[in-house]
């Protein structure tokens, strides 16, 4: 073993060099990798806030609402919950969890094909992981599942829809899509309610994918996180129509207001569970286990309860009407947008106004999205990260800027029949409304005024 040699007295210590060349050394599916916009727009919005900026933050959508009281009271009691649970999770919860699919669906199911992990995200993540096929993805989309696909070096197949059939991929569209190698192994994700155009699907629609689904042995990951959010409590699933090919996938998430606990469960049919022991295997390198106290609480979220069930009316009773103005607030502006039927998203498009736009040097949605902040203090996102074209001028908009639980507390108080209208819009999501009202008058400015919007 060598001596360390001496330093000279007085000479500061070497520094280590950063040498390391990082490009070359990160895996290629990684590289130029940046945050998810969903997360990086909340960052943003904070940090021109702590700048002294007034920002209306529609670009996360997490629900506004606070967590249901008996679960926040479950999670109260169950804090001292310390060992590591089984990597598939608590029993008691994937009994739960199976109960609430039978209630809903109708389908025989146990707790045994239920697997618990942190958010439904990452669950999406292993799926991808473990499983060797095609991603077939309609578009607009949710931000992440493309660049999981990317990071694990999946292909995806993306399927356009439009505004004119309701943002809804059809059988056709479905079919032609599989025709040409009709036994390649394809995974397809379907999300309705949609993150991000608030539409979703009915019956027949999802009948006539299940038909499709059927005949080329797709797996469907059926994304129903914003189901119990459909606003009239009328969610359809393809589940009970394609049950032997369909994961479900939800969480806590959304309908009960728990983004940051990160629960999320996938629900497999007995044929798929190859894929919930190859996730399992995979979660146990890596998670471990979902966090003790929140499924313990989680349980209670899964309950039949008539509180909950109240919490969710008033919530969707909310959501529906806020919805519906914001709409027809822009349609008044003269952007072209489909009323929602779920969650709380919309996904206005604004080529009616490409020319003046395009005058004003505005020719993507990126653009848009970026002159609406400087200008009004809207931060939302631009239809590029939903999948897309870049001169597509679509954004998304995420209308939970309000205090939720205010707005929750004032419509328990009205009467079961006393609509949501116009004055409680006003008072409880008021800012929502001033958010919507900056952006009509920005885009219908003269050229040259963009700038007097901002307070
Ligand atoms: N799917 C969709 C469509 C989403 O909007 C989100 C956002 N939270 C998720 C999945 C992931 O949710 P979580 O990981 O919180 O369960
Ligand atoms: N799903 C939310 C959104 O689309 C945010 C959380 C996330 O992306 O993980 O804004």
């Known amino acids: 073993m060598t001596e360390p040699t001496a330093k000279p007295a007085g000479e500061p210590s070497q520094v280590s060099r950063c040498d390391h060349a990082p490009e070359a050394r990160l895996n290629p599916n990684v590289r130029g990798l940046r945050p998810s916009s969903t997360l990086a727009i909340n960052e943003r919005s904070d940090k021109l806030r702590r700048q002294g900026r007034t920002i209306f933050a529609m670009g996360l959508g997490q629900s506004p609402f606070p967590v249901p009281g008996p679960v926040v009271e479950a999670l109260r009691r169950n804090a001292f919950q310390k060992d590591y649970l089984p990597v598939q999770g608590l029993p008691e919860l994937r009994e739960a969890v199976a109960a609430h ?57 993306w399927l356009p829809t439009s505004a004119s059939n309701g943002w809804r991929v059809n059988a056709d569209q479905l079919d032609a899509a599989c025709r040409a190698d009709p036994d390649r192994p394809r995974l397809l994700i379907l999300n309705y309610p949609s993150n991000p155009t608030g539409t979703t699907y009915d019956t027949d629609g999802l009948a006539a994918i299940a038909a499709v689904a059927h005949r080329y042995s797709l797996i469907v990951l059926s994304d129903e996180i914003y189901g119990k959010l459909h606003h009239h409590g009328r969610h359809d699933s393809i589940v009970p129509l394609y049950p032997e090919g369909t994961i479900f996938s939800g969480g806590l998430s959304k309908w009960c207001g728990a983004g940051g606990w990160r629960l999320g469960l996938f629900v497999f049919p007995e044929c798929l569970d190859w894929l919930r022991d190859a996730m399992t295997a995979v979660a146990s390198e890596t998670f471990t286990s979902t966090s003790a106290p929140i499924q313990h609480a989680a349980v209670r979220a899964f309950a039949d309860d008539p509180e909950i069930e109240r919490y969710l009316q008033l919530v969707r009773r909310v959501l529906a009407a806020l919805g519906r103005h914001v709409a027809r607030q822009l349609e008044e502006a003269g952007v072209q947008v489909r009323a929602p039927q779920g969650g709380f998203y919309l996904f206005p498009d604004f080529s009616a106004k490409a020319g ?39 954004v998304r908009i995420a209308y939970v800027n309000f205090d939720g639980g205010r707005a929750l507390e004032a419509a328990r108080a009205l009467s079961s029949d006393a609509a949501v209208g116009n004055d409680f819009l006003r008072s409880h999501c008021g800012e929502v409304l001033e958010a919507v009202q900056r952006v009509a008058v920005w885009i219908n400015r003269r050229p040259g005024l963009d700038r007097v919007v901002q307070d």
């Open 101 to 157: 699919h039978r209630r809903e669906f109708g389908i025989a199911t146990t707790g045994d094909h239920v697997l618990i992990g942190p958010g439904s995200k990452e669950l999406m993540f292993l799926l991808q992981l473990v499983f060797a096929g095609d991603l077939l993805v309609p578009t607009p989309t949710w931000v992440s599942y493309a660049p999981q696909a990317r990071i694990i070096g999946r292909q995806v197949r």
């Open 356 to 394: 003046a736009l395009r005058s004003r040097g505005i020719t993507t949605s990126v653009e848009l999205c970026e002159r609406l902040l400087e200008d009004t203090g809207v931060a939302i996102l631009p239809g590029r990260d939903f999948g897309r074209p870049d001169e597509e001028l679509t």
